[in-house]
């Protein structure tokens, strides 16, 4: 038993005919009487009196006239609301910290002001959290600083972004012209915690240069980093983005530091078997549009012509 079988049996009952039910379902009689047949044997019992006037409902046949109603209409707001709803489903959004600070909040403006009616959700962590969580099916899409692990995780650069060491005014680097991997190694450092890919890049870089860091502070947060730099407590090496407006403002300064350049990309992350609804296509397509060649203006000559790392 189907709903076909109940929707041909609501119309013969309300026609009392099986050839006006057939042709007001676009049926052929023959599939109308095959349909009743099929109840009535489903059911064991006659639902229709064939008198030769018309069809006529049994007792049985009244009691389920009124609960296949009641079906076909529950049938039917299911569907209505499960097309409604598909126009609105929410995108849970994955952010890193830096994204999460300085980038993700500009995406999101453009992303409204095209399509009003998404509805985005957004997490924000360190690159491995996120990776955890579009493993498991919590984050359908993330943009990340880091590089993910995982072989079931597609990874797509699409923003540039810049590290840079960073110094506050009361610091001997703040009026060198530039500095060398040697002397940056000697100095204390305040950084991300461990699982982010800012800190992963920046370690790795002076690890195979055979430079261990003095890491004093740990940090989830770029403000307190920022506030730390300026209050003259360590050197950090971070996202252009992040302090740009202490940059602008002469409380922080970009270090130029020679052989040292950490160019990197900011990429968008799914599971390969992830479903892509249309407010996630608009969503790749903003980020895809994203543009901000203003930063430059921020960075050493070196930073903006070397090649980029992914």
């Not at 005919?17 to 006659?46: D, G, W």
């Not at 680097?173 to 190694?185: D, G, N």
């Not at 990309?265 to 903003?286: A, C, G, Q, W």
């Amino acid at each position: 038993m189907t709903l076909r079988h109940l929707q041909i049996f609501v119309e013969v009952a309300a026609c009392g005919k099986m050839s006006l039910a057939a042709s007001h379902l676009f049926i052929s009689q023959p599939t109308v009487s095959q349909s009743i047949a099929e109840l009535e044997k489903h059911y064991q019992t006659k639902l229709f009196e064939r008198y030769p006037r018309g069809l006529y409902l049994t007792e049985a046949g009244k009691l389920l006239l009124q609960n296949a109603k009641d079906v076909l209409a529950s049938y039917q707001k299911l569907n209505e609301t499960m097309l409604s709803a598909l126009q609105t489903l929410p995108v849970h959004i994955g952010a890193t910290v830096t994204v999460g600070d300085c980038l993700i909040h500009r995406i999101l403006r453009q992303f409204r002001k095209i399509y009003p009616d998404a509805d985005p959700r957004i997490y924000v962590n360190n690159t491995h959290a996120i990776e955890e969580k579009l493993l498991n099916a919590e984050l359908d899409i993330a943009l990340v600083e880091g590089e993910v692990q995982s072989p079931d995780l597609i990874s797509e650069p699409v923003i540039r972004d810049f590290l840079v060491l960073v110094c506050g005014k009361a610091h001997p680097f703040f009026q060198r012209p530039q500095v060398s991997l040697k002397e940056i190694a000697a100095e204390p450092f305040i950084l991300r915690e461990q699982g982010s890919g800012t800190r992963s890049l920046f370690e790795t870089f002076m690890a195979e240069r055979g430079y261990p860091l003095d890491v004093r502070w740990e940090c989830t947060n770029a403000g307190t980093i920022k506030h730390a730099v300026m209050d003259n407590q360590g050197l950090s090496v971070i996202s252009i983005r992040l302090v740009e407006e202490e940059v602008r403002t002469g409380e922080i300064r970009v270090v130029p530091v020679k052989d040292g350049v950490w160019n990197r990309n900011f990429s968008l992350v799914r599971h390969k078997y992830k479903y892509l609804s249309p407010d996630m296509e608009h969503f790749i397509e903003t980020v895809k549009a994203y543009e901000d060649n203003e930063i430059l203006k921020l960075l050493p000559p070196a930073s903006c012509t070397a090649k980029k790392t992914n």
